[in-house]
């Protein structure tokens, strides 16, 4: 599985940004999506995941991002969205999309996000 972030950017404190990831390769294998992000000096931290099947979709949240981040999955298209809405300057970190599947978790190369006060 190949997959690669973009949407990333600077943008003022209260602005938007939507992030995307696209996949590619062994896409049938992969079970949940998810971003992640890791600020200068910190871990690496779950922000949203995704889990879809073929008739609903379960999601889960940081609460530092709840109510204002919003995770979707386009499984025709093997796409996965991050509409960040109410940017915080803590917000800024390099953005990850996650794969988990059936022979384990690939990543993306990671996208920045800017929050500028």
């Known amino acids: 599985v190949q997959l690669v972030e973009s949407g990333g950017g600077l943008v003022q404190a209260g602005g938007s940004l939507r992030l995307s990831c696209a996949a590619s390769?062994?896409?049938?294998?992969?079970?949940?999506m998810g971003w992640y992000r890791q600020s200068l000096g910190k871990q690496r931290e779950l922000v949203a995941a995704?889990?879809?099947?073929?008739?609903?979709?379960?999601?889960n949240y940081a609460d530092s991002v709840k109510g204002r981040f919003t995770i979707s999955r386009d499984n025709a298209k093997n796409t996965m969205h991050l509409q960040m809405n109410s940017l915080k300057t803590e917000d800024t970190a390099v953005y990850y999309c996650?794969?988990?599947?059936?022979?384990?978790?690939?990543w993306g190369q990671g996208t920045q996000v800017t929050v500028s006060s």
């Open positions: 390769g062994s896409t049938f294998s992969i079970n949940a």
């Open positions: 996650k794969a988990a599947t059936f022979d384990g978790n690939y």
């Open positions: 995704i889990t879809s099947t073929s008739s609903s979709s379960i999601t």
